[in-house]
């Protein structure tokens, strides 16, 4: 376990001059695994705890609820819903992100803690999808937060999101879920493509 | 026995004992998703579930009594099954009773609620301090039913120590509280319902309302604490409860009472000791049972509902165990 430190520090530029204090200036730091055995039993352990942060961003949020009853069921997978960010550790974007939800799910991911996981549910995660062309829709996920697996179809059933859950246990497994470190060495690439987008970013520049 | 032995039994219980409460929280996980219809979670969740938050590699600190509370937490939980014997006649597993260790053990259930409440208001998260307010509000309202029902046993057995509440227990059914005095174990074990804090009394991490209560802002190793308490804590709970109602468990005579007395000479100690366990194993996953059963058949009450309903019905009860001790 790591703590964060505080420098190197972020301007926090869009934040009014009184409101800075409240808020932390710290940038994402890079933890890197400890190879080995180690690493590889704390990389089971991962893969067979997966909490989902209980965020349903889009309309494929539909197909998570089916998971949770008796016919598909992923408790038997170790996977569980947790209502909380800072306790979950998977993130599920429930197809399309609209500009609104994207500053909310930039805030779910920056609180949530490494290593993190982020798995892109539909076409319009992939391309946009049907609102490839739509004024307030992004079309790529991964140009904003990194993204460890994408599930295509519009909707995919729940079938296919148990699919791709077992799709990201191999590769928590196989060490190349990073995401949380990805995103740390390219921290300032992917907040100019989330300033790109959100116009009123009125929140620090790293909401941990 | 030197003081260097005692720790190292003490250590060894707690290790038999937070073993159990994570294979019971994982069966009754399972047992409650049959209910449902569902296949549930390997038994040996929790212990994944343990190892994957200690193993995160990053953790946000809100400040020192954020560190303390799950400190605080995990010494209420460890303090309360420290001072109560696991098992009669068995030295291993006598921990650090002593006469009036029931004053101490009613105070630890309570310290580790307050420590958390401190830890959880710092966070700074709404949905803690609203999370706290529930559940110190609930925790004063079934503590009078259990303080009356263990005042009851008290008075009955003219002694504020487990042990001798448990030594008076011996000897075969008719023995235990359930039968002697049955009004006292009926209030015990309705406040023992709020206490475990399932359905219908569980308004502290009440999930579709205040997700999930005091603990929303803890994460990482803080949380795996949080997480090994409620483990030892639950075990606790339940020990005690068998210690005070159901004739606890004995190493020397136990399951074995049944049999003649020279039958039991001839059992080697470690066979005592370990049917002692199983004894305890067997009767604390039975009571656990009846909050499982009460939990999956109620929905939730709302809190004043529920404070209402502990100082009503039950308190009354405990008090009619009251007079039935001085009868």
């Not at chain 1, 994207?102 to 290593?115: A, D, F, H, N, T």
């Not at chain 2, 098992?87 to 105070?107: C, E, H, K, R, T």
């Not at chain 2, 008076?168 to 804090?197: R, Y």
């Amino acid at each position: 376990m790591k703590t964060k430190t505080d420098k190197p520090v972020l301007p926090n530029l869009d934040l009014p001059a009184s409101d800075k204090g409240y808020f932390c200036d710290a940038r994402p730091e890079v933890v890197e695994p400890v190879k080995g055995i180690w690493e590889n039993f704390l990389n089971w352990g991962r893969a067979n705890s997966l909490w989902i942060l209980g965020f349903g961003t889009g309309c494929g949020a539909i197909e998570l609820r089916p998971l949770m009853t008796s016919r598909y069921d992923m408790y038997r997978f170790g996977v569980q819903p947790r209502p909380t960010p800072r306790q979950s550790g998977l993130f599920i974007i429930g197809g399309y992100a609209s500009v609104k939800t994207l500053k909310r799910i930039v805030r779910s991911y920056e609180q949530m803690q490494g290593p993190k996981f982020v798995l892109g549910l539909g076409s319009c995660t992939v391309n946009g999808g049907m609102y490839w062309d739509s004024y307030n829709t992004i079309n790529r996920l991964d140009q904003y937060i990194p993204v460890d697996v994408y599930i295509a179809g519009c909707m995919p059933r729940p079938e296919a999101l148990l699919a791709g859950i077992k799709a990201l246990k191999q590769r928590i497994l196989d060490g190349e879920a990073e995401g949380a470190n990805d995103y740390a060495r390219n921290f300032d690439w992917y907040k100019a493509n989330q300033k790109k987008i959100i116009t009123d970013w009125n929140m620090p520049d790293y909401n941990w | 026995m030197t003081i260097l032995g005692q720790i190292g039994a003490a250590a060894f219980s707690v290790f038999i004992f937070i073993n159990y409460g994570f294979l019971l929280a994982g069966s009754m996980a399972r047992i409650r998703a049959r209910v449902q219809g569902r296949i549930g979670q390997p038994v040996y969740q929790p212990y994944i579930d343990i190892l994957k938050n200690n193993a995160r590699r990053t953790a946000v600190h809100h400040g020192v009594m954020f560190f303390l509370g799950p400190v605080f937490r995990l010494a209420g939980g460890l303090g309360t099954f420290l001072f109560i014997p696991a098992i009669l006649n068995s030295p291993l597993f006598a921990n650090f009773s002593f006469s009036g260790d029931i004053l101490l053990v009613m105070y630890f259930i309570f310290f580790g609620q307050l420590g958390m409440a401190l830890g959880a208001g710092q966070s700074g998260h709404p949905y803690s301090p609203i999370g706290v307010s529930r559940g110190l509000a609930q925790m004063s309202a079934f503590e009078m039913p259990f303080i009356l029902s263990v005042l009851a046993l008290a008075i009955k057995h003219n002694s504020l120590s487990i042990t001798a509440i448990v030594q008076a227990q011996q000897g075969g059914i008719a023995n235990w509280s359930m039968i002697t005095n049955p009004l006292a174990v009926i209030a015990a074990i309705i406040a023992f319902l709020g206490m475990s804090m399932h359905n219908p009394f569980s308004v502290v991490i009440a999930p579709q309302e205040i997700p999930i209560g005091p603990p929303t802002e803890y994460h990482s190793g803080l949380l795996g604490m949080l997480q090994t308490n409620r483990s030892i804590f639950n075990a606790a709970k339940l020990v005690l409860y068998v210690n005070l109602f159901f004739g606890g468990a004995s190493a020397t005579e136990g399951v074995l009472y049944a049999l003649s007395a020279s039958v039991l000479h001839a059992v080697p100690v470690w066979l005592g000791v370990t049917l002692g366990v199983v004894t305890m194993v067997i009767k604390t996953f039975l009571l656990y049972f009846i909050t499982v059963f009460v939990g999956v058949s109620f929905p939730r009450f709302r809190t004043d509902q529920s404070i209402r309903f502990f100082l009503f019905v039950p308190t009354l009860i405990g008090l009619a165990g009251l007079f039935l001790a001085r009868l």
